[in-house]
């Protein structure tokens, strides 16, 4: 299967700092590259799909690059509601699996 | 209003089963592929099983192959997950999803809590 590796595992910035997470796959998922915020307690919330595109309602602070193996989630300016979890997922190859995710945290 | 409600968890004893119902309101339900995603207690998220719209593929984790069924009843817009044999690993909240083409897994319901202990 394919292994999605996420890093940091934990990132502390502050409010209106620039995030960087990064999400490696272990053999190319083309662009069948998938992000997710979730906050405690709630279900999973879809960000960006094919690797670079915006899901309906999501702010553009939100973006995605990448193909391939490597890929990137940045938000330009963080707002207070952005602190979460966020998982990557692959869709390119059965099974469908997912980052171990990176928490994002207040600093 | 697009909508997945999942019902049938509960506690259950190792080696036991358990049936989870996820009704679909809002949308054609039988145009999507519809998934079971877990997530154990303080864990990341990971894919247990899909189904594609008429419900004649279905796929399976490793970890719940020959032990988890996935179908669906169109006529009844509702997604099941037949369990059975289930292990204290198995213990973790389900999601329903509905898969859409191209953003994926749009729609997440709320989650049902399996919980496997004796």
């Known amino acids: 299967e394919i292994v999605l590796t996420q890093s940091p595992a934990t990132l502390s910035l502050s409010p209106g700092e620039r995030a960087t997470l990064s999400c490696r796959a272990s053999?190319?998922?083309?662009?069948?590259l998938t992000w997710y915020q979730q906050k405690p307690g709630q279900a999973p919330r879809l960000l960006i799909y094919?690797?670079?595109n915006r899901a309906t309602g999501i702010p553009a602070r939100f973006s995605g690059s990448g193909s391939g193996t490597d890929f990137t989630l940045t938000i330009s300016s963080l707002e207070p509601e952005d602190f979460a979890v966020y998982y990557c997922?692959?869709?390119?190859?059965?099974?469908?699996?997912f980052g171990q995710g990176t928490r994002l945290e207040i600093k | 209003e697009v909508q997945l409600v999942e019902s049938g968890g509960g506690l259950v004893q190792p080696g036991g089963s358990l049936r989870l119902s996820c009704a679909a309101a809002?949308?054609?339900?039988?145009?999507?592929?519809m998934h079971w995603v877990r997530q154990a207690p303080g864990k990341g998220l990971v894919w247990v099983s899909g189904?594609?719209?008429?419900?004649?593929?279905?796929m399976y984790a490793d970890s719940v192959k020959g032990r988890f069924t996935i179908s669906r009843d169109d006529a009844k817009n509702t997604l099941y997950l037949q369990m059975n044999s289930l292990r204290g690993e198995d213990t973790a909240v389900y999601y329903c999803?509905?898969?859409?083409?191209?953003?994926?897994?749009?729609?997440w319901g709320q989650g049902t809590t399996v919980t496997v202990s004796s």
């Open positions: 999803v509905r898969d859409g083409v191209p953003q994926g897994m749009a729609v």
């Open positions: 809002g949308f054609t339900f039988s145009s999507h592929w």
């Open positions: 189904v594609n719209g008429d419900g004649s593929i279905a």
């Open positions: 053999q190319s998922v083309s662009s069948y």
């Open positions: 094919g690797a670079s």
């Open positions: 997922q692959q869709r390119s190859k059965w099974p469908i699996t």
